[in-house]
């Protein structure tokens, strides 16, 4: 294969069309984005004949492994070729390259015809406010939400006001490596990320080992999934790590349901890791 390097980590892939620049640990991300989406559809298609898919981060549905020949799909083409399928997908990137491509990707898999797909082209903040005026009415459907953005790209007002009354299941990547280079820079868009400045004291101080035993990324999640409690929440894991080569971890992909059902169907497909092995608690 032939790729050539096309703005920022992108570059063309097999099929002609952008593609993602990724380092490997980003196929431990897409074998859970991958599962959970099968599983959510597999065990409620009989009871949610409404089934919707969000992804405000979509980028353009194809990963090429850097420095490798691999190419993985990316989360919206995972969620598009799960076995038993969502019936609508609100897909959407800042980027107008990405886009366009994942566009062409979706349409190449040929969806039953009467799923419906819709683009947004936008900040991930602002295309959730519009995706959330066209998302099936709240009371017949069933929705999970990817938010896969590079660092803290999107406002925890987002996910309130969007699962607000909703039955919307959450994968949250939660950028715990990018929080502790880059904490001191932007601190605004990094405190409407967290909801407010209540982690940043016992942040600060354990960045600081002024805490002995408080772990930076312990504190910041605590204080997150605290938040995702308090918008009604109440199953949430955290034990999904994705490392670097060098055993650092870079994020968590957090899970929050409101219903008990969800965290079950996490726990299963994540007990184990792409290589077979046990994953161990943070
Ligand atoms: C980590 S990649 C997402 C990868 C994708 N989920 C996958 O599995 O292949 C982040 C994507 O977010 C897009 N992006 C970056 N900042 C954004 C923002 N503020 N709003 C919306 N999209 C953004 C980038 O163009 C990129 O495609």
């Given at each position: 294969m032939t790729s050539r390097s096309r703005g920022q980590g992108l570059v063309i892939a097999s099929d002609e069309l952008p593609a993602l620049e990724v380092a490997e640990h980003t196929k431990e991300k897409e074998f859970v984005i991958e599962r959970i989406a099968g599983i959510f559809n597999a065990g409620m298609r009989n009871l949610w004949n409404r089934r919707y898919y969000i992804d405000p981060f979509a980028g353009p549905g194809m990963c090429l492994i850097k420095g490798t020949a691999t190419e993985i799909d990316g989360s919206p083409i995972l969620a598009a070729k799960s076995r038993a399928k969502f019936t609508d997908y609100f897909l959407a990137d800042k980027s107008p390259d990405c886009l366009d491509a994942l566009e062409k990707r979706i349409t190449r898999l040929a969806l039953p015809e009467q799923t419906s797909v819709h683009y947004y082209q936008d900040d991930a903040d602002m295309a959730v406010s519009r995706i959330s005026k066209d998302l099936p009415p709240a009371r017949s459907s069933l929705g999970l939400a990817v938010f896969d953005p590079w660092?803290?790209?999107?406002?925890f007002a987002t996910i309130a006001n969007l699962s607000e009354r909703r039955r919307l299941d959450l994968v949250i990547n939660f950028p715990i490596g990018y929080i502790k280079r880059n904490w001191e820079k932007e601190l605004p868009k990094l405190d409407m990320f967290m909801n407010g400045t209540s982690y940043k004291e016992p942040f600060q101080a354990a960045m600081r080992r002024e805490t002995p035993g408080e772990m930076p990324a312990r504190v910041l999640l605590d204080s997150y999934t605290g938040e995702l409690r308090g918008i009604g929440y109440e199953y949430i894991r955290d034990h999904v790590l994705v490392d670097n080569s060098r055993h650092r971890t870079l994020y968590c992909l957090i899970f929050a349901s409101k219903h008990e059902r969800g965290a079950d169907f996490w726990d299963k497909v994540t007990q184990r890791k792409q290589s077979g092995q046990l994953r161990m608690l943070l």
């Open positions: 660092g803290w790209d999107f406002s």
